[in-house]
């Protein structure tokens, strides 16, 4: 079955360093990641998609690359801030079959420490 | 923009008892999804509307659930009878259809059964 994992539950950092968070997948190819980011009492937020075709994408301070060989997608915030702390979900997207795609990992929640 | 609007945003009921979550999603969208997370399990998709017509209840847990999409502009989703392991919080999102996978997820309601 499909299994997707996301580093350390937890990740704490110093402010003005570069966040990674990892996510793994296995038994399946998707043709696409996303990446949410969900604050406490509060539903995803959408940041990023990649395509599988795509080895980088960039948005402002993201960074998110995907890596079809490794089943790996690295995400990356650089310059963090206090604000960019959150839980930030993965969801890869297999292609076809639209609804049923939508699987989300257990999330990593970031801290950035002042 | 209202975004997504879910009610109520806390329910707190007995077990045994019929619970009705609403969901009007964002204009134009034709995409609708309930999910539910948990600590446990954490993000998980319930049932998927398309154009108002359910496409996969494959993740509903038992025949407990039920989902309906009267119209474009709303949703429901009802647990019967509800028992304590249904508490969670249940999030609705909305996407524009099969040619975007970007979710726009509304605020979320937070169920407790007692």
């Known amino acids: 079955s499909q299994k997707i994992e996301q580093n350390s539950e937890a990740l704490n950092i110093q402010e003005g360093k570069t966040a990674t968070l990892t996510c793994n997948y296995t038994n399946y190819s998707p043709a696409y990641l996303q990446w949410y980011r969900q604050d406490p009492g509060r539903g995803p937020v959408f940041l990023l998609l990649i395509r599988e075709n795509e080895k980088e994408k960039r948005k402002e301070r993201l960074k998110v690359t995907f890596d079809t060989t490794l089943k790996q997608s690295l995400f990356h915030i650089t310059a963090s801030q206090p604000a960019d702390s959150a839980t930030y979900l993965c969801?890869?997207?297999?292609?076809?079959?639209?609804?049923?795609?939508?699987?989300f990992g257990p999330g990593t929640r970031l801290s950035v420490l002042p | 923009d209202a975004g997504v609007i879910q009610s109520p945003r806390h329910e707190v009921t007995e077990m045994g008892q019929e619970v009705t979550l609403r969901c009007k999603p964002i204009?134009?969208?034709?995409?609708l999804f309930w999910y539910r997370q948990t600590m446990m399990r954490g993000l998980e998709l319930l049932i998927y509307f398309n154009n108002n017509v359910p496409i996969d209840d494959s993740g509903m847990p038992e025949d407990r659930f039920s989902a309906k999409m009267p119209n474009a502009s709303f949703s429901t989703l009802k647990i019967q009878p509800s028992e304590p392991r249904d508490s969670a919080v249940y999030f609705c999102?909305?996407?524009?259809?099969?040619?975007?996978?970007?979710?726009?997820f509304g605020p979320g309601t937070r169920l407790t059964v007692t």
């Open positions: 204009s134009g969208h034709n995409s």
């Open positions: 969801a890869p997207l297999a292609r076809g079959n639209y609804g049923q795609n939508f699987v």
């Open positions: 999102a909305s996407s524009l259809g099969s040619s975007s996978y970007e979710q726009y």
